[in-house]
């Protein structure tokens, strides 16, 4: 096969790669100019033009490979996230098997409100059009995250157990005394009106129960650790560590319950 020059001469292909293959003192330095023109890197000539086609296909296909990466890795994603949403309905099917599957709705936190201790809320990307509604409550797994606060068309704002001004009624799941939740910063919950003198250990799991509460009973609110009682009266107060940490949840599930859970 031949290659044509610039001039319209022509040279075999086998020289220009034997022109490669050869130290500089094998060729004189006209030759060695002569070739310069064909070969890339060099002044412009056939071979310098074939090299900036290659190029050009060179960085086609780069683009269309990481386009093909970027898919998989979406799809993967997409995945994962089904996965996750799935397993999360199964946790709460077995904590509540009594509530049907199509009163359970996955959705994903799209924001969070931690700038204030006096305001713990996250946003979901599920709203009234998906039937949420206010005073419903939130789980991730068997956890309590919070309540429906305000619901939109597309999302909804949910006031975590970490709010001070949500009030969860919780019982003892070992000892059955019963108490009140709220949030107290810090990440930690505040237990009070407990009866003083009441059979409540450190580790012990405390769980919505109670009359009057907004949630279904049996879901896991929070594990009493140690610290000093204080008490008032006739109660104590109490501190907790919440079950689920609303920093760190990414996706929930909605009980779609009348009468905000009951």
Known sequence: MVRRLRGGALVPLALVALATTLTP???GHRSRAWLRGLLPGGPPGALGAMGAMGCEACGEAA?????????????RELRLA??????GLSAVAEVLPEVPAALRLAAEVTLRDDSS?????????RGTEQGVAEGQPVLSGRALVGRVLAAGPWTAQVRTVLDPRLAVRVVDGRSRVEGVARGAGAEALRVDLVRRGADVAEGDPLVTGGPGGFAPA????GRVTRNARRTYGDHEELEAAPAAEP???????VLLLPEGGR
């Open 25 to 27: 003192e094998a060729w």
């Open 63 to 75: 683009r269309r490979s990481l386009a093909a990466e970027s898919a998989l890795a979406e799809e």
């Open 82 to 87: 089904a996965e996750s949403r799935a397993a």
């Open 117 to 125: 201790p006096f305001s713990r809320t996250i946003w979901i990307d």
């Open 218 to 221: 049996g879901l896991l609110v």
């Open 247 to 253: 920093a760190l949840v990414d996706r929930v599930v």
